[in-house]
């Protein structure tokens, strides 16, 4: 079938067939996610690279194996930014921070951003880190792991080089005291840099128990991944990902994310900020 406006072969089996092959090429799993936005992503693709439909597209891919890489630049949406959704932001500089580190002063704080993009929200945490930390004697040591399906974008987010877009929220102060201009864009300073750790990872194959890097965290945010995956497995990787938090610790989901029934050992620690807190 031709759609109509997209004017391309909307062929089920021809897409499953394409997704396959870049399952079996690159372990990633794109008929987890929701098919309307895997589509339209797609059809970006086809419409750069000429393609008429899936299937010729798929052909293109083998003929070209750079290909991969911009498809899967383009699967996978890297809209980010430096203290995106300033209240929750607030909210952790304010309270949660201030709270783990208070108990785990002299000890170790774990945190995990997974979903990382190009590190804007690491660093971001760091940053408020290193500001309620500044005014502490003794504070804890800590973990920033930052986690990304998207091989490219973890060596974006090791590099930490942004433009202005990714700054539109950074306060003058923040700006002046982390960052340095370099030509027209500026680089994080060391030592925020130092502060994340930054590696490969696939939020939908996080399995139960957890074990090794993937444990004890006593804050992870997953904002704005789970919203492009089907339901069953939004469900599943949160079911996965809560394993992955001690009691007493945190889990910060995107403004239009919300946590299943299932899990029913978190509450909202305020009403609109999507940040919630494991009771055991
Ligand atoms: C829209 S960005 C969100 C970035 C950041 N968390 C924020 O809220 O600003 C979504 C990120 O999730 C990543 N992503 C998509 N599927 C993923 C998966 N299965 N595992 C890990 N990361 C994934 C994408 O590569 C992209 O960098």
């Given at each position: 079938?031709i ?16 997704l ?33 439909d899936?299937a ?23 809209v980010?930014?430096f ?17 783990l ?20 929200e ?9 500001e309620?930390?500044?005014k502490?004697k003794?504070?804890?040591q ?8 998207d ?5 974006d987010?090791r ?35 130092s ?10 194959t ?10 004890d ?11 492009y995956?089907?339901?069953?497995t939004?469900?599943r ?17 995107g ?25 055991h």
């Amino acid at each position: 079938m031709i759609a109509q406006g997209l004017d391309i072969d909307t062929k089920a089996d021809n897409l499953h067939t394409l997704l396959e092959y870049v399952r079996k090429l690159r372990a990633i799993d794109f008929n987890a996610y929701r098919p309307g936005t895997i589509k339209r992503r797609l059809h970006l693709r086809l419409s750069a690279t000429g393609m008429p439909d899936y299937a010729s597209y798929l052909q293109y891919i083998e003929e070209n194996p750079k290909e991969i890489d911009a498809l899967i630049d383009t699967l996978t949406i890297k809209v980010s930014h430096f203290f995106r959704n300033p209240f929750v932001f607030e909210v952790m500089k304010s309270f949660i921070l201030p709270e783990l580190i208070d108990t785990h002063r002299g000890d170790a704080l774990r945190i995990w951003c997974a979903g990382c993009a190009r590190g804007e929200e690491a660093y971001s945490v760091a940053i408020l880190l290193k500001e309620v930390m500044g005014k502490e004697k003794i504070f804890p040591q800590t973990f920033i792991l930052a986690t990304d399906i998207d091989r490219e974008t973890v060596e974006d987010a090791r590099r930490a080089v942004y433009t202005t877009e990714s700054l539109v929220e950074v306060k003058k102060g923040c700006l002046d005291k982390y960052f340095t201009v370099e030509h027209d864009f500026y680089r994080l300073k060391n030592e925020i840099r130092s502060m994340v750790t930054f590696a490969y990872h696939d939020v939908t194959t996080c399995k139960l128990p957890k074990e090794g890097i993937f444990s004890d965290y006593h804050l992870i945010l997953c904002r704005n991944v789970l919203i492009y995956f089907e339901r069953d497995t939004q469900e599943r990787v949160m079911g996965s990902l809560s394993g992955s938090i001690l009691k007493d610790g945190y889990l910060v989901l995107g403004e239009s994310e919300t946590i299943p029934h299932q899990l029913d050992n978190f509450y909202e620690v305020m009403p609109y900020t999507k940040a919630f807190k494991k009771r055991h």
